[in-house]
């Protein structure tokens, strides 16, 4: 017993020693430094005018909307059937706003804002009644809106119109969901027909604002002839394009590629770690030790780390990692919340609404949450919805800013408002802040620089930024009632372009430079993502569709270009302090 108690002992004492080594003053000084660090990023974000809501911006005593433009808008609520109104009042009310407009928005001749929007009466009808077109059959879906696991806006936008295809290519299995659900009735020539012409009117505007676009027009020649286009025909391909990626079982990852990627995450943690111990030893003073090398290289792999974590929370959280959708939940905590630093749940419902969404936005704001941001203006359809002073200001340097705020405030930018923006309360997402805390804390340990190994990581993840703002940045945006009523597949198409990037770094971008395939298919795996796109590729072109592949640099130039150009726009109007020069 004695001997059990010495031995007992000596491992406490042991323990002990281990633990007054670790919470030593150089690690007691980091870990302080790291949480001012997180403390004034916080509180910067918190109070330094971030918004989540462009609606916000739109109410703002100091909008560019007046008083009564906003109450002009808003007498359409696309959520509450009581607002279907006869053409006649929606024409009076167009007027009443166009009369009433400032002078900022009334002299915005590519803005679609004020468009009257054309009502279907099938649409309106069956809207009001609740009921969705799937296979030709109406389908009464009043009382699931509320338990729609996307949330219930996403399904009150597609009310009245035909899903069949968009339910498709959502869910992953659409024929089970549907198997038990009885339908109300069934759909008459006269509904499908009405309701085919619609998408035929919403396809055609989409056109022109494609080819009124201030920067799609530099590409508007690959493959794209609206002439060659028709609608029913491109239905129809589109939709055996989709039965023959499912037939191939294309959902489903393969162990291997999920090993693969999961060792790929592993191994820029394991070379960050390695060169940071290696830039802190004093036995080895080797070029890494004595350069700034000592913290861009371990900050470049832990920017990688980040990067390939982040693509794998998006596999998860779209639930094409594994096949039980808890277990994804999980990995996509694990890969988001802990490994990233970002809300795999917050980033979940935002994403599902980018897609259901892409580049849209209504009468109160942005509908695309992904896409928008509240610091600069990326397309002149937008401008009525920043109203506040400082974006007055920034918007007349936007093209000059927009580099070094993705570099060096994005990364803190995202992790920071993942977690204050939440929509509701969730543990274990405190938790997985918790451990991602304690994670960087003992990895930023094993450096005499964390800040800077941090901030080398961060530009690093500057490039997953600027990957996905370039997918779709300087495409158009579109009035989601109008868009909602048109072609899911070619809405996605003309709003989407793909990186186009050589076979030995698609790793880099993690399959995602392949984006007509997500966008279109968003249930595929990006395993397959090379396969699908040349058959994409094929559809467009026989079509007259565009099929967009620009080199990384170019879409970079391209955005900084555009945001130029609306800033001009943006300042011609009476907004700005450079108004004077472009007026």
Same mark, same amino acid.
């Given at each position: 017993m004695a001997n059990a108690n010495v031995g007992g002992s000596n491992v406490l004492t042991a323990i002990i020693k281990e633990y007054s080594q670790f919470i030593s003053t150089d690690h007691c000084f980091k870990l302080a430094v790291t949480i001012l660090l997180c403390g004034v990023t916080l509180f910067w974000w918190a109070y330094g005018g971030s918004s989540s809501s462009g609606g916000d911006l739109a109410d703002d005593k100091n909008? +560019?909307?007046?008083?009564?433009?906003v109450q002009s808008l808003q007498t359409e609520d696309p959520s509450d059937d009581s607002d279907i109104d006869?053409?006649?009042d929606e024409n009076k009310s167009q007027q009443t706003t166009s009369s009433s407009a400032s002078s900022t928005r009334a002299a915005h001749?590519?803005?679609?804002?004020h468009k009257p929007i054309t009502k279907c009466p099938t649409r309106e009808k069956a809207r009001a009644q609740g009921l969705v077109l799937y296979n030709k059959h109406w389908y009464n879906v009043s009382k699931f809106i509320a338990h729609h696991p996307g949330g219930s806006e996403l399904l009150e936008q597609y009310l009245g119109t035909d899903i069949t295809h968009v339910f498709h290519v959502m869910h992953r299995n659409p024929k089970q969901i549907m198997k038990y659900r009885k339908p109300v009735r069934g759909a008459t020539e006269e509904e499908m027909e009405e309701l085919l012409q619609r998408r035929n009117e919403v396809s055609q505007e989409m056109f022109d604002e494609y080819e009124e676009g201030v920067m799609t027009k530099s590409h508007a020649a690959d493959f794209f002839n609206r002439e060659r286009f028709n609608l029913e025909a491109f239905e129809k391909d589109a939709g055996e394009l989709y039965e023959d990626f499912m037939k191939a079982g294309y959902t489903k990852p393969t162990f291997g590629f999920v090993a693969q990627k999961t060792a790929l995450v592993l191994m820029f943690l394991f070379l960050s770690v390695l060169c940071m111990k290696c830039a802190s030893?004093?036995?080895?003073?080797? +070029? +890494?030790a004595t350069t700034p090398l000592s913290y861009i290289l371990p900050g470049i792999f832990l920017g990688l780390f980040w990067h390939q974590s982040g693509f794998l929370m998006h596999d998860a959280e779209h639930h094409n990692l594994i096949g039980n959708e808890l277990v994804n939940d999980i990995l996509g905590w694990l890969y988001g919340t802990v490994f990233l630093g970002v809300n795999g749940a917050w980033w979940r419902e935002e994403h599902r609404e980018h897609h259901a969404f892409l580049n849209a936005f209504d009468e109160a704001g942005f509908k695309d949450p992904q896409m928008k941001e509240d610091i600069w203006i990326q397309n002149a359809n937008l401008i009525p919805f920043y109203g506040q002073e400082l974006i007055h200001f920034l918007a007349n340097f936007q093209h000059i800013l927009f580099i070094p705020i993705i570099f060096f405030a994005g990364? +803190?930018?995202?992790?920071v408002d993942s977690t204050l923006t939440e929509r509701k309360f969730r543990p274990w997402t405190i938790l997985g802040n918790v451990f991602h805390v304690l994670l960087h804390y003992a990895v930023l340990s094993q450096t005499s620089t964390p800040i800077r190994v941090y901030m080398?990581?961060?530009?690093?993840f500057a490039v997953l930024s600027l990957q996905l703002l370039g997918n779709h940045h300087i495409k158009p945006w579109n009035n989601i009632h109008s868009a909602s009523e048109g072609n899911f597949s070619l809405w996605q198409i003309l709003c989407t372009q793909d990186f186009d990037t050589p076979i030995w770094f698609r790793w880099f971008y993690g399959g995602l430079n392949f984006h007509y395939s997500h966008h279109l298919f968003p249930t595929i795996s990006r395993e397959y993502f090379p396969i699908t796109t040349p058959r994409i590729r094929s559809l467009c072109e026989k079509h007259g569709l565009p099929f967009i592949e620009v080199g990384f640099v170019e879409c970079v130039t391209g955005m900084v270009t555009n945001m130029n150009e609306v800033k001009k726009e943006f300042a011609k109007h009476g907004a700005g302090t450079l108004s004077l020069v472009y007026g």
């Open positions: 909008s +560019i909307l007046k008083e009564a433009d006869d053409d006649d001749p590519t803005n679609n804002l030893s004093d036995e080895q003073q080797s +070029i +890494i990364r +803190i930018g995202i992790v080398a990581g961060a530009c690093q």
